[in-house]
Each structure stands twice: as structure tokens, then as C-alpha cells.
């Protein structure tokens, strides 16, 4: 079975510039989650989909990251414009029910 | 809100030591608990798990139990090898998201 896949693995921009991160969850899996990993900190939880649903984004800094999920199965997650605190590896993750997720191997960003 | 807390890193050991670390939690209700492990370059993977009082969870060699009287959940394995060099997450799932929250990691080093 395969796993989350993200791409690209990392990016490195400047301030100020727009930035757009995918992920595709393994294949029947509901639920896709994006964090946020700061740098000796464990992940935090940005936005969490049911479907093509928004469940939870109370995290998500909504004046510069949107995300989408449109046809309920991969999901892209956007930052414009970046600052230098966003910097961090992006996680995406997904589960079958509302138990066990599975994590992609993230995306780590650098603003310069 | 829910919080995990878990011992400072980083741990360096020898090979065949002992492994504690410790970690600690609060949550309203009764949230199922997770310690996940995170190798270079590699996403979360979920290393075991409890979802309620007294369960003990048991992966690879690692246990950890679950106690409600002292909110804890600490990790232990006892005889750790070089391959298990990695960061290690504690993390409770409870509310009516499910959503995981996680502890800084623990960054252990296990040498030869």
C-alpha cells in the first residue's frame, strides 16, 4: 500500500513570496490533516478535512495559508505571503477513520 | 486545552542502556495516548499506543503504560540499539475532532 505522498520535499523562497505544497493521502483514506513543525517543537495541527470538508482550522493563520481539498482526495496548502516565522516542515497526514494517521515524509521550508 | 509534556533531550546512551522518557499530559475527558518516532528524514510513524487507563502499549521492544493517576505515559525500552536513534513524540488524541496534539520530541542518540 502506498503511503502520503507530498512533494516537494523542500523549498526555499524569500519573504514576502507565495509558496504551494501538495499532498495526495493513501487511497480511501477520508480524513487528510496538514501541521505545522517548527524546528524543536512536535507538530502542530493547522487544518484538519473529512472529505472535501473543513472539520478544524483554529490553527490556521487564515490572513496568509489556505488550503483546499476539492474533489476529497488530494490537497494543496498555500502560504502568500511568507514570513521568515514560517519556516518549519509542513506534515500532511491522513487516516481511515478518526483513530490511527498516517504521516507523508513532509516538506520543509525555508524563508529567507 | 490539552497538553503533552515530555523530558528535555537531548538523550545520547550506549548501546544495550536503558531508555526512559518520560511524559506527562492534560486533557479534559479521557483521551487515548501515542508515542510516535521520527527517523532522520523520515515523516511520523506511530510507535504504539493506549487508549485507556492501564493499557499497556508494546512495539518493537518499546512499552509504555498508560496511568491516570499521574497523567503519565512515559517510554521505556530496555536495551536500546543504534537503529534506534531518532526523535521520539508523545501525544494525546481526545476532544470530538480527535485531533492529536504532541510534545517537543525527544531527540535520542544511541552509540556503538
Known amino acids: 500500500e502506498a503511503g502520503v505522498a507530498q512533494s516537494p520535499r523542500y523549498k526555499i523562497i524569500e519573504k514576502r513570496q507565495s509558496v504551494a505544497f501538495w499532498c495526495n493521502p493513501i487511497?480511501?483514506?477520508?480524513?487528510l490533516y496538514w501541521y505545522q513543525q517548527i524546528l524543536g517543537q512536535g507538530p502542530k495541527l493547522l487544518i484538519q478535512f473529512q472529505n472535501n470538508g473543513v472539520v478544524d482550522d483554529s490553527q490556521l493563520p487564515k490572513d496568509r495559508f489556505s488550503a483546499e481539498r476539492l474533489k476529497g482526495v488530494d490537497s494543496t496548502l498555500k502560504i502568500q505571503p511568507a514570513k521568515l516565522e514560517d519556516s518549519a516542515v509542513y506534515l500532511c497526514a491522513s487516516s481511515f477513520s478518526s483513530y490511527e494517521q498516517y504521516f507523508g515524509p513532509g516538506t520543509r521550508l525555508t524563508v529567507t | 486545552g490539552d497538553s503533552v509534556t515530555q523530558m528535555e533531550g537531548p538523550v545520547t546512551l550506549s548501546e544495550e542502556a536503558f531508555l526512559t522518557i518520560n511524559c506527562t499530559y492534560t486533557a479534559t475527558g479521557y483521551p487515548s495516548l501515542f508515542w510516535y518516532v521520527q527517523y532522520p528524514g523520515e515523516g511520523l510513524q506511530l510507535l504504539l499506543k493506549?487508549?485507556?487507563?492501564?493499557d499497556k502499549g508494546s512495539n518493537k521492544g518499546f512499552e509504555a503504560t498508560y496511568r491516570k493517576e499521574t497523567t503519565s505515559f512515559h517510554l521505556e525500552k530496555g536495551s536500546v540499539q543504534v537503529s534506534d536513534s531518532a526523535v521520539y513524540f508523545c501525544?494525546?488524541?481526545?476532544?470530538?475532532?480527535?485531533?492529536?496534539?504532541f510534545g517537543k520530541g525527544t531527540l535520542l542518540t544511541v552509540n556503538p
Open positions: 501525544a494525546l488524541k481526545g476532544g470530538s475532532n480527535y485531533k492529536l496534539t
Open positions: 487511497s480511501g483514506h477520508a480524513t
Open positions: 493506549a487508549t485507556k487507563a492501564d
